[in-house]
Structures are given as structure tokens and as C-alpha cells.
């Protein structure tokens, strides 16, 4: 059993930064690959980011690729997203998921595990 528990959204301009972190309770956190989706009023959920078990490999949506990264800190048991260059259609309530499967799933219903969402809000 995994627990995960988003913080860092907010309010921020276009072109801002924010970095998200999910923190994992349990012991086995570094055996799971860790993803982050987000989903805007009236959308389904997607895939944003995500990394594996090492950190060494990750992956991203094509729509943050190259503005948002997603790292992990083993020791800490949490997962971040650096964001960056932020625009409004960036705007959705961002969730963290854990994966017992190895390898990047970008499909959320391989998620095992998922945290309650922080909302993330991009002014034009």
C-alpha cells in the first residue's frame, strides 16, 4: 500500500514556474515507477510526465516536453515536477501515481496508486 500526497500548486502567471512534489508513505516507494497526470474541467485525465523506479529514465507528454521535468529523490520518497514556462492551457488539478509494473505507463488506468490532486491555475 502506497500512500501519495501532492503540494506546490497554485496560482501563477504565464511564463511562471512551479514545482510540484508528491511524498510517498511506505518503504517500498523506490520499486515504482511514479507518474504525474492532470485533468481540466470537462477533459479526461492525461498523461504529463513520468519516471522509473531509478530515476534514470523518464518520459513526457509532447505538450510539456521540454518545459516540464520530472525527477524523484529515492531517499525522501518523493517525485517532482519542475515546471516551467507555464501557460494557461497548463491549467488542471495535477495527480501522482504509482506504478508496481515496470517501465513509463502512459495510460492512467496502469497506475496502481493515486494521490488527491493539487490544482494548478495559469493566468493569461
Known amino acids: 500500500q502506497v500512500q501519495l500526497v501532492e503540494s506546490g500548486g497554485g496560482l501563477v502567471q504565464t511564463g511562471g514556474s512551479l514545482r510540484l512534489s508528491c511524498a510517498a508513505s511506505g518503504r517500498t516507494f523506490s520499486s515504482y515507477t511514479m507518474g504525474w497526470f492532470r485533468q481540466a474541467p470537462g477533459k479526461e485525465r492525461e498523461f504529463v510526465a513520468g519516471v522509473s523506479w531509478s530515476g534514470i529514465n523518464t518520459y513526457y507528454a509532447d505538450s510539456v516536453k521540454s518545459r516540464f521535468t520530472i525527477s524523484r529523490d529515492n531517499a525522501k520518497n518523493t517525485v517532482y515536477l519542475q515546471m516551467n514556462s507555464l501557460k494557461p492551457e497548463d491549467t488542471a488539478v495535477y495527480y501522482c501515481?504509482?506504478?508496481?509494473?515496470?517501465?513509463?505507463?502512459?495510460?492512467?488506468?496502469?497506475?496502481?496508486?493515486w494521490g488527491q490532486g493539487t490544482q494548478v491555475t495559469v493566468s493569461s
Open positions: 501515481a504509482a506504478d508496481r509494473s515496470a517501465g513509463v505507463a502512459v495510460r492512467a488506468r496502469t497506475y496502481d496508486y
